[in-house]
C-alpha cells in the first residue's frame, strides 16, 4: 500500500517555521511522509500538489483587527496546479483580533482554487501544531 503524502505551504516570513516543523512531526508520528515548503515571491513556476494526498497551507495573522494572510502565500495558491478537489487544511498562527478573520480569507483563498478545506485551526504553541498533524490523519486518508 503506498504511503500517504502531505504537503505543508507556509509563508516564507519566517513566523511559521517552528509551527510548520512541529506539524510535519504531528503528521510524521501518523505514519505520513510529509514534505515543507515556503512559499517563494521569486519563484514563477508551478506548484504541483498532484502527488500529495493532503495539503497544509499556513500563514500568520497579518494585522491586529483586521486580519489576513500573507500575500506570498495567497500568490503561491494561484500557481497551485492540481489543487481542485485536492483535501486541504488551513493554518494561521494566532496573533491578536484577526486572527479568526485571516483564518477565514486563507480558506477561502483555498476554495477558490477548487480545494476541499476539511480542517482548519489557528496555532500558538508548537504543542498544538504537532497535535493538528496528529489530527489531520482522517483527513489524509491515512489508515492504522
Excluded: H
Excluded at 500563514?59 to 500568490?75: H, N, Y
Excluded at 477561502?108 to 482548519?120: C, N, P, T
Amino acid at each position: 500500500m503506498a504511503r500517504v503524502r502531505a504537503l505543508v505551504l507556509i509563508s516564507a516570513d519566517g513566523r511559521l517555521e517552528r509551527l510548520a516543523r512541529a506539524l510535519a512531526e504531528g503528521l510524521e508520528s501518523v505514519e505520513i511522509r510529509t514534505d515543507v515548503m515556503k512559499a517563494d515571491p521569486s519563484r514563477t513556476q508551478p506548484i504541483s500538489v498532484a502527488p500529495y494526498d493532503l495539503v497544509c497551507v499556513g500563514s500568520p495573522s497579518l494585522g491586529f483587527i483586521r486580519g489576513r494572510p500573507a500575500d506570498d502565500v495567497q500568490e503561491a495558491l494561484t500557481r497551485c496546479t492540481r489543487l481542485e478537489g485536492k483535501r486541504t487544511a488551513a493554518f494561521v498562527r494566532r496573533g491578536g483580533l484577526g486572527t479568526g478573520r485571516a483564518l477565514k480569507a486563507l480558506m477561502a483563498a483555498l476554495e477558490r482554487q477548487g480545494a476541499w478545506v476539511e480542517d482548519f485551526a489557528d496555532l500558538g504553541s508548537e504543542e498544538e501544531a504537532r497535535a493538528f498533524g496528529r489530527r489531520l490523519k482522517n483527513v489524509a486518508g491515512a489508515r492504522e
